[in-house]
């Protein structure tokens, strides 16, 4: 019980942090399990045209729904090299509110993905 009250609380001190940015970490962003995950599905990631960082952006990605490897493989990770091919841009993975309301996976999203909640 005393651990499930901790962790009540700290949802209820955290409960800003999905509408504001997560928690990046970029070790995690890094690591090397990611190469591992895109080869595996596999990922491709391509560069079109040159993006200025002062513009913002929103890119999309097919299939999605349930099992969004691409979009995160991509733009979650740098498994597919998204801050050599767009130096300048951060990218965030916008995900339902319902991921954010499920216990303990919300702070896996938030510090391993760069998620975001939309609303």
Do not use: Q
Not at 22 to 31: A, D, I
Not at 42 to 68: E, Q, R
Not at 102 to 114: A, C, G, K, N
Request: a neutral charge; glycine letters at 8%.
């Amino acid at each position: 019980w005393v651990l499930a009250a901790l962790y009540a609380g700290w949802l209820y001190l955290d409960r800003d942090t999905p509408t504001s940015g997560g928690r990046r970490s970029e070790w995690l962003r890094n690591c090397s399990v990611w190469k591992h995950f895109r080869d595996y599905f596999p990922l491709n990631l391509i560069k079109t045209v040159d993006l200025d960082p002062a513009s913002n952006y929103i890119f999309g990605f097919h299939p999605h729904g349930v099992l969004v490897a691409g979009g995160f493989g991509n733009f979650c990770t740098e498994a597919s090299g998204f801050s050599s091919l767009f130096p300048g841009l951060t990218p965030y993975l916008l995900m339902l509110p319902f991921w954010f309301r499920v216990p303990f996976f919300r702070d896996y999203i938030m510090w391993t993905t760069s998620c975001v909640e939309v609303s």
